[in-house]
């Protein structure tokens, strides 16, 4: 009986496999954008079991000329997380979506909308606002150091210095991970603060609060602020 066994335990293996994971599929169809409406194509989405987004278990689907993609063997009636790679660039996207019933393609009710981009030298594309963003990594500075460091960055072709008020209330975004609402490729964390331009008082500069999308002056030489340089896109 043992001899038995051991001839037949890898196609039972081999069974329960196919029993468990070669059942019923479904599907999703979607169109990949950026937030100007202008398609994305040639880069890939991955579709990762919500719950498990630290496993190395995906789907993949490549997003044709007319930035389309499919997925047809996914579970039926199961939530997903889709993220798009590039070997140009990077983003901190997720996009949760869910699946219908077994053998049913649904279309994406909109499409998703990839807004940042990270390329490779650390530069943050924004296309709803045509704006480039390079932000410090590492502790804050005070506003002086701030507006030195960003004029003496040659990141891209240089060209940087430190935004107004209203640019960087358009980089507020929803952030369910951090305190700090801004898009993950901008490393949010315990500082929440941001540095403008300075204003007319030397010991006050404007610095804006992305906790709760407001600015307000602090002092010139506070070091627990972020500093993010800006210019147009290129």
Partial sequence: ???VFSRTAP???ALVLCLTGCGPRAGIRGVLEDASGRPVSGVTV?????GEEGSKKFLSAKVGGDATFSFEKLLPQSRYVLRVASKDWVSGAAFPVGTGQAGSIIPLPKPLVLRFTMTPD???KDSATGLEWLPLSGPGL???KAAGW???QKAAGGGWHLPDISELKRLVSVNQESACQLDPLFN???LCFVWSNPAGDPRKTPAFDFRCGRAMPLSSLDPNVRTFAVRVAR
């Fill in 1 to 3: 009986m043992p001899t």
């Fill in 11 to 13: 196609f039972i293996a």
């Fill in 46 to 50: 991955l579709a990762v079991k919500a």
């Fill in 122 to 124: 650390g530069v943050i």
């Fill in 142 to 144: 005070d506003a002086y």
């Fill in 150 to 152: 960003a004029r003496k």
């Fill in 188 to 190: 949010p964390g315990r």
